[in-house]
């Protein structure tokens, strides 16, 4: 599989429009991109529809976690939308009641371990007694167990939940920074080639593509530093 199939676009623009113009920029150098929760609220979930139409990828960043019958509920939902992958947070009652619900549909639902944007501290504060590390192992052997089909964390912990998740499963890796680039508001960050060669099956870039001055040149940089990490050409 060649890094255009594992470069993730994040449409974490304010509106439809916007994304509009970001994929026509792209063409048909990227071929996935995520919605979130800003897009999504401001009619990304019906752009997200079209995208799959279109013959996109759509990752859609929901981080889902309520009630077990919610949650099966919502999935049933987001399958049928045609998405590619879905992520809800990765406890074990609602990692459970996600698969049941996806059974047969082809959606790739990834538990999120912990937030690439949160460290120690933060942990802390919000009343965990794990550290990061731990905490995204704990996670990862869970969302294994569950059945789902990959999980999302930091490339930072991508090869020892490689170690954990066998060679099948998904890593999805947010906080991807070419060298040099800003870190933003995301504490444990890697760069394109290390984090490939750290195990990550696919990689979510979002500011800088979207913010670039230059779109679609500083896609493709990301896609050639990929495809030399895996050996692969688009």
Do not use: W
């Not at 071929?31 to 401001?42: H, P, R, T, V």
């Not at 905490?135 to 020892?160: D, F, H, Y």
């Not at 947010?174 to 696919?202: F, L």
């Amino acid at each position: 599989m060649s890094a255009r199939h594992r470069l993730i676009v994040g449409l974490d623009v304010p509106t439809v429009a916007d994304a509009e113009g970001v994929v026509a920029t792209l063409g048909e150098s990227v071929s996935f991109y995520k919605i979130g929760y800003q897009l999504a609220f401001a009619g990304g979930l019906e752009f997200a529809r079209d995208l799959a139409k279109d013959g996109k990828q759509v990752f859609l960043d929901m981080k889902l976690l309520d009630i077990d019958n919610t949650v099966a509920s919502a999935v049933e939902n987001i399958a049928r939308m045609g998405m590619t992958m879905l992520t809800l947070h990765a406890y074990p009652k609602a990692m459970k009641a996600a698969v049941e619900a996806a059974k047969g549909s082809g959606l790739c639902l990834l538990g999120v371990t912990v937030l690439t944007s949160m460290d120690e501290q933060d942990l802390t504060d919000a009343g965990y007694e794990y550290d990061p590390h731990t905490l995204v192992l704990k996670r990862a052997e869970q969302a294994r167990i569950a059945g789902m089909g990959g999980v999302v964390c930091s490339a930072e912990e991508a090869s020892a939940v490689r170690q954990i998740l066998g060679p099948k499963m998904a890593i999805v890796t947010p906080g991807i920074r070419p060298a040099g680039a800003d870190h933003g508001d995301q504490k444990r960050v890697m760069t394109p080639a290390d984090a490939i060669a750290a195990g990550s099956s696919h990689l979510v870039v979002a500011r800088p593509i979207v913010k670039a001055a230059d779109p679609k040149a500083a896609a493709l940089a990301i896609l050639a530093e990929m495809d030399a990490a895996l050996g692969t050409s688009n």
